[in-house]
């Protein structure tokens, strides 16, 4: 009876592993699967750790480059280790073996491959087959969708770079219109706004499904792909508070993508209240900074009192996604301190 119930148990372990790895490499859906929270869990702890209240940005830089790399090599471990337990369990429990060290020795010898421990009997060749089969598939499955991973960081820093290379060290929404007014083309930015909104779905479709790339830094040092969103969202919600503008409608397209994906990703790292207190940003304090801010992004004019009115737009479509972008900067280790100061100074 006791051998039939840890057959069953491997037989469960199994079915868990390899839901796993399913639900990581193959659906387009975020899970909070038992094996990659803990193992991102174990990886996110590590590095917190390893930063401390240490913010400086080059440390930070060097730090979370190695976070993709760690927990895609620690699943690999964490997936080794429960399909060697599981078909231990197996091979046991099917009186393949007849010590629990034999099973031990023959579940990492098919895992691996080598074969120097494979049972004499019919029930443990029959399950060094599969169990072979799945080493390399663990190996080989999971490393396969790293390149795939790789493309989503560089299309995402591709924008990230374009918009730090227009408007300096320091992005914020003013600045992004400022560059507009420029550059000429303040008075239809539809272009901007949709090639903005395919970036903010391209983010909520990986990184609110692998939450781990969130971390995964910029190649540059020195800029956040978190800052840079933050810029474009408050840009599209100033945008968007000025319905003389003919794109208009194009921003609030923008900033609604944007404010779903930055959401999606923030539930997927783990927020728990979606409308948290105290999370408004220092900018509500300052009633006249808005409409100054339009001005010298070169938006239309309005009376006084139609400027307060826009600044009351701005607040309500900034609202939305205040706090999940704080929340994202807060678990990415990024920092928002330049957007406030810099957005408050003008």
Not at 99 to 106: K, V
Not at 181 to 202: H, K, L, P, S
Not at 296 to 302: C, D, F, L, N
Request: one cysteine or more; a neutral charge.
């Amino acid at each position: 009876m006791t051998h039939v119930f840890i057959a069953i148990l491997g037989l469960w372990l199994l079915f868990l592993i390899l839901r796993s790895m399913i639900r990581i490499a193959l659906m387009n859906r975020h899970y909070r699967d038992f094996f990659a929270e803990l193992t991102g869990r174990a990886v996110y702890r590590a590095v917190a750790l390893r930063l401390g209240r240490n913010r400086d940005a080059g440390v930070s830089h060097r730090v979370l480059l190695w976070v993709l790399p760690a927990y895609i090599l620690s699943l690999i471990i964490v997936y080794f280790v429960g399909a060697m337990i599981a078909f231990t369990f197996l091979y046991w429990g099917t009186h393949a073996v007849n010590t629990w060290h034999q099973a031990f020795l023959a579940s990492g010898s098919a895992l691996n491959t080598l074969g120097f421990a494979t049972p004499t009997t019919f029930a443990g060749q029959w399950l060094a087959v599969p169990e072979g089969a799945l080493g390399l598939g663990i190996v080989v499955f999971l490393f396969t969708f790293i390149p795939g991973y790789q493309a989503v960081i560089r299309s995402r820093e591709d924008k990230t770079s374009w918009l730090y290379t227009r408007i300096g060290d320091q992005p914020n929404g003013v600045a992004l219109l400022e560059w507009c007014q420029r550059a000429g083309i303040a008075g239809d930015m539809r272009d901007v706004w949709e090639e903005w909104e395919d970036w903010f779905r391209m983010l909520a479709d990986t990184h609110s499904v692998l939450p781990m790339l969130t971390l995964s830094p910029s190649v540059q040092a020195g800029q956040s792909w978190v800052l840079a969103a933050a810029a474009v969202l408050d840009a599209a919600a100033l945008a968007a508070s000025s319905p003389e503008t003919k794109d208009a409608e194009s921003a609030k397209i923008c900033l609604r993508t944007g404010t779903r994906a930055f959401g999606a990703i923030a539930d997927a790292l783990g927020r728990a209240c979606p409308n948290q207190q105290g999370m408004a940003c220092p900018l509500r304090e300052c009633s006249g900074v808005t409409r100054a801010c339009l001005c010298s992004a070169g938006m239309p004019g309005r009376t006084e009192i139609n400027g307060e009115v826009r600044s009351e737009e701005f607040y309500s479509l900034r609202r939305p996604y205040e706090e999940a972008v704080f929340f994202v900067a807060r678990r990415t280790f990024a920092s928002l301190d330049g957007i406030l100061a810099e957005t408050t100074e003008r």
